[in-house]
């Protein structure tokens, strides 16, 4: 059965907004004519939302419901609809009423019309606490786009649109979903585009969210730069990084040595700073290049180590 959109909504603890959602989502799907299924992940709720989902999907066909055991995350949540999504079109959604679903039919045409791979919601204007969201976010949002390329605004947004494809291609683990178009640039998806989106402040319960994010953040994106770029070969920058500061411990030991054996027994090799510094680049050196052969066999033992995504195939029998 092909929809034309899936609408994935990721929750935690958020039982007072969910029928609201759910009702604004219907109005304007059947206004703009748009077969969907909505597919409500609850993330370990310790409220009554999942009692809350489990009567809106038997009041609505197309209400879906997943439940975890417990609380895992924002980004396994979103990793289970995924798998689960079967529209052409699939869009991510807080539940907490803070992105307006008015915005799902102009979200829809940017894929389907417009050919973008993914559509991100920039909350141009915020309802969100200054000093501990808003700003850290610009800058957290500026870091971003110097680091992977990306010119988008609002990385962060949870109202996005894609393709159906690129939720396939990608793996959105840990605490990932902060990152969604730099896995997806790095699947090979090139059009990510952005829309202006409205925000509203949030209406019931808490934000899931503190400052730790933008720690947990910055570390995440240092991860996925180096996944992406040595995942593959990890030998290529610890080979590097190590064969850099042995070669300079080495010539630093090197010159010490010949400054020895000129000066005789008014040299002092292990008075010099220089003495120690450089045994402790050798060491680093030497450590930097284990590194690499470690991270070498376990990527050897990667069960993904072969695989790759391809974009079409063609004159091959099934
Ligand atoms: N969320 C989740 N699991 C978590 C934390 C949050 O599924 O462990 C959901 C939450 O219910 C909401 C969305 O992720 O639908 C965004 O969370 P929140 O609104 O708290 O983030 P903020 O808007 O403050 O960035
Ligand atoms: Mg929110």
């Not at 419901?65 to 999504?85: C, D, M, T, V």
């Not at 995440?220 to 064969?243: T, W």
Request: with cysteine.
């Amino acid at each position: 059965m092909s929809l034309d959109l899936s609408v994935v909504i990721p929750l935690y603890n958020e039982e007072e907004s969910l029928p609201e959602l759910v009702e604004w989502i219907e109005r304007v799907c059947t206004e703009h004519k748009l077969s969907h299924e909505i597919i409500m992940i609850d993330d370990g709720s310790t409220d009554d939302s999942w009692k809350v989902v489990e009567e809106l999907a038997r009041d609505h066909q197309s209400v879906k419901g997943i439940k975890f055991q417990r609380n895992y995350g924002k980004s396994p949540a979103l990793h289970e609809g995924f798998k689960a999504a079967m529209g052409n079109v699939v869009i991510t959604m807080d539940a907490d009423l803070q992105d307006s679903p008015d915005e799902i039919p102009e979200l829809y045409s940017m894929i389907m019309t417009d050919g973008y791979d993914l559509v991100s919601g920039w909350k141009k204007v915020r309802y969100d606490n200054a000093v501990t969201k808003n700003l850290p976010s610009k800058l957290y949002n500026g870091v971003n786009r110097r680091l992977t390329g990306i010119k988008l605004h609002d990385m962060n947004c949870g109202l996005k649109s894609y393709k159906r494809k690129v939720v396939k291609s990608i793996e959105v683990y840990g605490e990932m979903h902060r990152f969604i178009p730099v896995l997806a640039k790095y699947a090979g998806f090139k059009k990510i585009g952005e829309k202006v989106v409205q925000h509203r402040p949030r209406k019931y319960g808490s934000s899931k969210f503190g400052w730790e994010r933008f720690i947990n953040g910055f570390l995440d994106l240092l991860s996925i730069q180096f996944v992406s770029r040595f995942g593959k070969k990890p030998m290529h920058l610890f080979g590097a990084l190590g064969s850099f500061t042995f070669l300079l411990g080495f010539f630093f030991t090197a010159s010490l040595i010949i400054d020895k054996i000129r000066l005789g027994a008014d040299f002092g090799i292990t008075n010099k700073p220089a003495f120690y510094l450089s045994l402790l680049a050798m060491m680093m050196g030497t450590l930097f290049f284990l590194t690499g052969f470690i991270a070498e066999l376990i990527t050897r033992n990667a069960a993904d180590r072969n695989v790759y995504l391809m974009d079409e195939k063609i004159g091959w029998e099934n």
